[in-house]
RNA sequence: GUGAGCGUAGCUCAGCUGGUAGAGCAUCGGUCUGUGGAACCGAGGGUCGUGGGUUCAAAUCCCAUCGCUCACCCCA
């Protein structure tokens, strides 16, 4: 076996593929009666895009992106012209540095200390590739405008694509179009994480975003009560509604129905105040911390609510939630949508432990987590991140998305119908009639016939070399063909074909004209 | 990046404390040259993940390495 699948990506095969054509057509007709349009996107973009949306300092842009440079980029590895044009670079950053015109920052300098390693290095083929990406990003993320659009060259696979959509709805200029711009899409990201259950390198998403000039509780109530249609219509068990009752639970808890969880993490205005008071309480604490949330109360304090070690729950409980600390203006709209999916009989949890991993998230925050998962149980997760476009160069904004996991939507539903003891043997392709022919007159007749059914819809399949006739049928069986039409010399110099249905072994005999009516007919 | 478990036929797996590979399913052929599902007979398919070591002898023991899986980190 010389060739496999890398690490963590997959093929999806007829058996499967079924399933997904079916969630992801669910999606189109839902999403449709929403008033929302496909948007198709490219499956890169600019690096920097990612690293201005999600955050540069997110694990995702700083190492789970899969990024490369294009032709009329900078070269793989630098000539001695380029380093020359480096080495002018960094001369300019360093002072732009040391005066405190680019913000200081431990990353950056981690990055212009590795590019002046590097320079001192020469052209060694031995530095390799990783440390010119290093240079790559860090003169792409901290310089002047003049320097980046010498790097704007470098790319990367969308690890996401909330990103791509406000780029586009920029880049288009949609801000002009009437009402909300309603967009949904599918298909597949790239994150370079370790794999495990329900997590893949490459990995499908089908996603909405409602962008706009309003952050009405409505939207936001509404997007919800699409996605829990869709889910349902998908086929997902469905939570029973328990209202407003706070959950408490870690996103990763695991439950045996489909759950909605909510929350809000506040503002610009109120989040930070928050955060502060939250690293307070946990610097009150760090002792009774396990190593990963310890350095989490420097990195991101919210993480550490996340945390699903038993030793650190009765910490955590104590801790200050920001449902109680949130500004007028995010309590007021975080209680208006509350009430909006009450209106709308949408089940939720509230759960003030779910914080949102990527940088552009504000107020409403909302995932799912469905049974027949492993650890990676959220099948669903999405927010308002009002300011978003305006960060990446657009008008101001507000805006409200989601991203499902699809794999793991239809690993639950595999899952589910594997209990239900429904999912024994794999669907085998359609197939209506398997045309057994014998002798070299039938062959053509064969090929007629079967363009003939095929024009009909019917799918057909003719074998391409003469076999013996009880092969032939046996074929016919295996394949699961709901019928076998039979054309031998017999049925040649009559004029009329037999057509056996397979499943109870009833044949009638058939000429060309009755056939499709005779397929139609007993096909229910 | 960290930890644990696992790598034998297309698939699921057996192979006990070393004696140089097996079953079931699947595939193909035959019994069966105009009627499928069954039965019976037969065939193909494996450098036992790879490399090294111990040994007269390694799928089996030891080391290394690669791959897969699950979990951590992070996150959909």
Known sequence: MKFQAIKGVRDILPAESALWNRVEQTAREVFATYGYGEIRLPIFEQTDLFARSVGEESDIVSKEMYSFKTEDGLPERPSIQDLAGFTDWVKKVDIAYERGEIQKDEYFEKQLSEIKYFLQQGPDPGLGWEVYRRVMNGLAFGLDDTVRSQTAKLLSLRPEATASVCRAYIEHGMHTLPGNVKLYYIGPMFRRERPQKGRYRQFYQIGAEVLGQSDAPAIDAEVIEMLMAFFERAGLRSAALQGGKD???????????????????????????????????????????????????????????????????????????????????????????????????????????????????????????????????????????????????????????????????????????????????????????????????????????????????????????EMKFKKSIGLADKLGARFALIIGENEIAEGKYALKRLSDGVQEKVSADELIAAVRRSNE
């Open 247 to 465: 959950a408490g639970l870690k996103p990763g808890a695991t439950t045996d129905e489909t759950t909605l969880y909510i929350n809000s993490i506040g503002c610009k205005e109120c989040r930070p105040k928050y955060v502060e008071k939250l690293r307070a309480a946990l610097v009150e604490h760090i002792n009774e911390l396990k190593a990963d949330s310890q350095r989490r109360v420097e990195t991101n304090p919210l993480r550490v609510l996340d945390s699903k070690l038993p030793e650190e729950q009765a910490v955590i409980e104590k801790l200050p939630r920001i449902t109680e600390h949130l500004c007028d203006a995010c309590r007021e709209h975080y209680g208006e949508v509350k009430k909006q999916l009450e209106l709308r009989g949408v089940a939720y949890q509230e759960n003030w432990r779910l914080v949102r991993g990527l940088d552009y998230y504000m107020r409403t925050t909302f995932e799912i987590t469905a049974p027949g998962l492993g650890a990676q149980n959220a099948v669903c997760g999405g927010g308002r991140y009002d300011g978003l476009v305006e960060l990446l160069g657009g008008p101001a904004t507000k805006g409200i998305g989601f991203a499902i996991g699809t794999d793991r939507l239809i690993l639950s539903l595999q899952e589910a119908a594997k209990q239900q003891g429904a999912g024994g043997t794999p669907a085998l392709q359609e197939l209506d009639v398997f045309i057994a022919w014998m002798g070299a007159v039938a062959q053509p007749e064969a090929v007629k016939i079967a363009r003939t059914l095929r024009e009909a819809g019917f799918s057909v399949e003719v074998p391409a070399e």
